[in-house]
């Protein structure tokens, strides 16, 4: 009670100064804030966005927390320390070790991130004089988890500036922007720093300082193995379900994702309409690449044989197509707003994905490029599909005037 | 061709403090007030002074743009003050009552009388603002034709008033009342009942007669328009209440207006929650108090229901057009960690801790806090789930918003009222006002187009 009415009187002397946003944005983290309804309805639901972001959230800690024992994991079995897991509950996977390896690796990451990101965020708040908005708290999140996992910090740092400030801020904040903030992070690392974004030096944690030395280890994914004809040894599709592989930090484990997905699903949070589109839309192009490897249409040779010959089904366990649909996909501000244009964007994504996925062998993960391409053009979507009503409309009207 | 409607888009907002069915007439009120702001858009000019003598009846103030409407008085007594706004603008005329109610005599109506002059008796007598129009939601211009006439005889909102209840056995006026109003349309009159109702309404001639069923906003009539005959361009349909068809009723029988209706007291403040015999106007501090709230309680008084009524002081009066007073806690306190702890004493469309979809049955005790902050829009999709009109919700706000009148037509904002925005409201993540923002694009175009 003290706290509270402490809080609530320092909040209204100080209601006139610049920084007060600030202030607001942790105390009404603390406490849900005062504010009555006036005029409209009387009565709210019980949602807000901060419930939503935290839903979101959630969802995304156990791939967070698995991330963390992976990026141990993968140093240490490239190292030659320890046998490999064989299963998701494997005893050499959830060791002390392999957290320490996380915690040194990936914490700093997550923040780094959030750190900066809201950092931004407070200050366009208090340029702006409006409430700190809750969009960063999901991207955030996402951020260390789509990265590689020896990216220098000071880079992440960049990064976020930019993608928060250009991506989000300059269409004006959370709800306003165009492009998945997250996704114009990783954009913005790719571009800038295409080194560190790719290859097949970074994906595990000591890969490239090891690099040309007697000690060199792999680091390569697997995707980027199949992009050159080769496989990697020593991994099967259990492996790849339950993500006992190489990747960016929080997008290997497949089942944590399935899981969080049918969380955000059950909870009404993500749209069950993108996710499934998404994978359907996966599924389609590989089975058209599927098809025309069996047509004979293209020869081992070709550098495109290695992921156009992979099993359709196997597109979902391999690189980051489920964790793009599960929870950037789905960003509800930048995907298409209403449902028939969430069935074509969903589908689109995916089919676009597994496109880039084959033509592309230098960088073979096409997910955040498909749904950066769709992002720009979700609001076209909506458009035809508004239409729809719209001319519907106007139909009836001339069946009534003829 | 009577249909039946069955709509599962929307939301059934369950709460503790429903109405039961017992009347008490209430204590009679001493003061009353009519406030121009009831009739949406109306301009309106004074004729009964401070300190004139009225019956009721009697006409209080015309409407500038159509002199020959009428604003009557609901009572008999002396109008004591004009409270004035901002720029002299009216904000009420305040009666006090007599004792002995005195009616003004309209005369008895000869039912075999053209449309014409039914809709000249209906100006005169003041029962012509009870008749509203879509588009724009405001009072009809009588010198439109609608296509047709609807009327919800079917209430639906959240511990709204039952019709079937409040209007037993008052069959003839409301057999009176819609055949005159049938006068007035080349159309049809539309009326909703619920299916598994008894009402008043089902033995009615001349009408047509809908059984609508489904959750909340099943009984809007923006819901029957919609399913029946969509409002197109150049359109216009009417709108009558259903409790306001009795006063016309009445007074096509016997000349008399007589303001009197019958409204539910509820919500979860209210001790005993019931019905009350009252006036339009009344004081509302005569109802709350016998058996309703604390005296000194930290309750919302509303003047209608949580979802499109009034906020109202305990001395503020009963609006034009409703008929449920509800009360309800205030929630102005701050709760701690109210964000993200699992919720279960509140209502919610979602299942983000929020365990609400675990027993749909379940009355809730909802208060006035807005469980979060004005945000943009973020979330989509939900506000379709409780959206039974086939029009694109957010996209016609943001046309709102963004004030593009040729997007806000396409979209079909002819059809809409800000009532039919209430459920997307209720349950906006980002809390927008979705009301204010269509009433605010219905005046818009109201200006623009006319």
């Known amino acids: 009670m003290g706290l509270k009415q402490n809080l609530h009187n320092f909040k209204v002397k100080n209601k006139d100064k610049k920084w007060i946003p600030a202030f607001n944005a942790l105390f009404t983290f603390l406490y849900m804030p005062n504010e009555t309804t006036h005029g409209g309805t009387h009565v709210k639901a019980a949602d807000d966005l901060k419930r939503t972001m935290n839903t979101v959230i959630i969802a995304l800690v156990p791939c967070l927390i698995f991330g963390m024992f992976n990026a141990g994991y993968q140093h240490y079995l490239a190292l030659g320390d320890i046998e490999s897991a064989k299963g998701f509950l494997g005893a050499s996977f959830w060791t002390w070790d392999n957290l320490v390896i996380g915690i040194i690796k990936v914490l700093p990451l997550v923040i780094v991130s959030y750190g900066v990101g809201l950092g931004v965020e407070f200050l366009f708040a208090i340029i702006k004089g409006h409430e700190v908005e809750e969009g960063y708290l999901v991207t955030g999140m996402l951020v260390p988890l789509i990265v590689p996992i020896d990216i220098p910090l000071w880079m992440l740092a960049v990064a976020v500036i930019f993608g928060v400030v250009i991506g989000k801020e300059v269409f004006g904040g959370t709800g306003m922007n165009i492009l998945n903030p997250a996704l114009t992070i990783r954009a913005f690392l790719f571009f800038a720093y295409p080194t560190w974004m790719s290859g097949d030096k ?201 | 061709m009577s249909k039946d409607i069955r709509i599962k888009k929307g939301l059934d907002i369950k709460l503790v403090g429903e109405a039961e069915k017992t009347t008490e007439n209430a204590i009679r009120s001493n003061f009353y007030s009519v406030r121009p702001e009831d009739f949406h858009s109306i301009i309106p000019k004074l004729v009964a002074k401070e300190g004139t003598r009225v019956k009721a009846g009697e006409t209080l103030f015309y409407n500038k743009d159509y002199e020959d409407m009428k604003f009557v008085s609901p009572v008999s007594g002396e109008v004591t003050e004009i409270q004035r706004g901002p720029r002299r603008r009216i904000d009420a005329i305040k009666i006090t009552a007599d004792k002995e109610q005195d009616f003004l005599d309209h005369g008895t109506f000869d039912a075999s009388a053209s449309g014409e002059k039914v809709k000249e008796h209906l100006l005169a007598s003041g029962c012509w603002p009870f008749i509203k129009q879509r588009p724009y939601d405001i009072i009809a211009n009588p010198e439109n034709s609608p296509k047709a006439i609807f009327i919800s005889g079917y209430a639906s909102a959240p511990l709204a008033a039952d019709l079937d209840y409040t209007l037993q056995g008052k069959e003839k006026e409301l057999q009176t009342a819609v055949n005159a109003l049938a006068k007035l349309t080349e159309g049809d009159l539309h009326i909703s009942v619920g299916q598994n109702g008894n009402s008043p309404f089902s033995g009615l001639d001349n009408i047509k007669i809908h059984k609508v069923s489904g959750p909340h906003p099943s009984g809007n009539v923006g819901t029957l328009i919609n399913k029946i005959d969509p409002v197109n361009k150049g359109e216009v349909v009417w709108t009558v209440n259903a409790q306001d068809l009795v006063i016309i009723g009445e007074l096509l029988l016997t000349g008399k207006f007589n303001a009197e209706r019958i409204i539910a007291f509820a919500g979860s403040s209210v001790k005993k929650p019931r019905y009350f015999k009252t006036k339009i106007g009344a004081e509302v501090a005569t109802m709350i108090y016998d058996n309703g709230v604390e005296k000194d309680g930290n309750d919302r008084i509303i003047s209608g229901n949580v979802l499109t009524g009034k906020q109202v002081a305990p001395d503020g009066h009963l609006d034009y057009y409703n008929n449920v007073i509800t009360v309800i806690p205030e929630g102005d306190d701050y709760e701690f960690f109210g964000w993200n702890k699992p919720v279960f004493d509140k209502i919610s469309t979602s299942r983000a801790f929020t365990f609400s979809w675990l027993n749909p049955k379940k009355k809730y005790d909802l208060n006035t806090n807005t469980n979060g902050e004005h945000r943009a829009f973020v979330v989509t999709g939900n506000y379709e789930e409780v959206f039974p009109l086939d029009i694109y919700p957010m996209q016609i706000l943001k046309a709102c918003m963004y004030k593009d009148l040729d997007e806000m037509e396409a979209l079909g904002m002819y059809e809409v009222a800000p009532e039919d925005f209430a459920l997307t409201e209720f349950i906006c993540v980002s809390k927008q006002p979705h009301q204010k923002i269509i009433r605010e694009g219905l005046d818009l175009m109201l200006k623009e187009i006319g």
Request: charged share 15%.
């Open chain 1, 202 to 402: 970074v994906w595990v944690h000591g890969a490239v300082e090891r690099a040309g030395t007697p000690d060199a280890i792999s680091g390569e994914t697997l995707l980027g193995a199949y992009a050159q004809n080769n496989t990697l040894a020593g991994i099967d599709y259990w492996d790849m379900f339950w993500g006992l592989i190489p990747g960016s930090v929080g997008e290997t484990s497949k089942f944590l994702i399935i899981i969080g997905g049918l969380f955000l699903i059950f909870t009404k949070i993500g749209s069950w309409r993108i996710i499934l589109s998404t994978v359907i839309g996966a599924l389609v192009m590989g089975l058209i690449f599927n098809g025309v490897v069996d047509a004979g249409w293209i020869s081992e040779t070709s550098k495109f044989y290695g992921l156009m010959s992979v099993p359709f089904w196997q597109h979902l366990i391999i690189g980051s197509i489920l964790f793009g649909a599960v929870y950037m996909a789905t960003d509800p501000v930048t995907a298409s707003q209403t449902n028939k244009g969430k069935w074509i964007y969903g589908f689109l994504i995916g089919f676009i994905s597994i496109m880039i996925r084959v033509f592309n062998p230098a960088y073979p993960e096409g997910v955040f490029l498909a749904i950066l391409l769709m992002n720009v053009f979700a609001p076209t979507i909506d458009h035809y599909v508004v239409q729809g009503n719209v001319k519907r409309r106007m139909k009836r009207l001339k069946a009534k005037v003829a």
